[in-house]
């Protein structure tokens, strides 16, 4: 079994940062990219910012130049910092993994799957 747990969540005024933190755990036997999206009430899930296991980002325009993500892979951990945060950030965070479980490799089954995490409100607001 592969567990995605998310914390950081929380609520601060505009201006203000926050840090998620998405730690995976479990069988895994390979880590690819990981990442997070946000999803508002009546919207589509977006992706926010994403990282390959070689440390390529890309983000949404609508955050670049205020969040940063970055992994430790010795953790299987990813990470977002954001920064200058503003009230339409707003949302529901989830991150995601795409990896491959020893489970998948058993069964022989070569490519890797998307896991979730249980996601985390942020709320910027004053």
């Known amino acids: 079994q592969v567990q995605l747990v998310e914390s950081g969540g929380g609520l601060v005024q505009p201006g203000g940062s926050l840090r998620l933190s998405c730690a995976a755990s479990?069988?895994?036997?390979?880590?690819?990219?990981m990442g997070w999206y946000r999803q508002t009430p009546g919207k589509q899930r977006e992706l926010v910012a994403r990282?390959?296991?070689?440390?390529?980002?890309n983000y949404v325009d609508s955050v670049k130049g205020r969040f940063t993500i970055s992994r430790d892979n010795a953790k299987n951990t990813v990470y977002l910092q954001m920064n200058s945060l503003k009230p339409e950030d707003t949302a529901v965070y989830y991150c995601?993994?795409?990896?491959?479980?020893?489970?998948?490799?058993?069964?022989?089954?070569?490519?890797?799957?998307?896991?979730w995490g249980q996601g985390t409100q942020v709320t910027v607001s004053s």
């Open positions: 995601y993994a795409a990896l491959l479980s020893h489970s998948a490799v058993e069964s022989g089954t070569y490519s890797p799957s998307n896991y």
């Open positions: 479990g069988s895994i036997f390979s880590m690819n990219a």
């Open positions: 990282i390959t296991d070689g440390g390529s980002t």
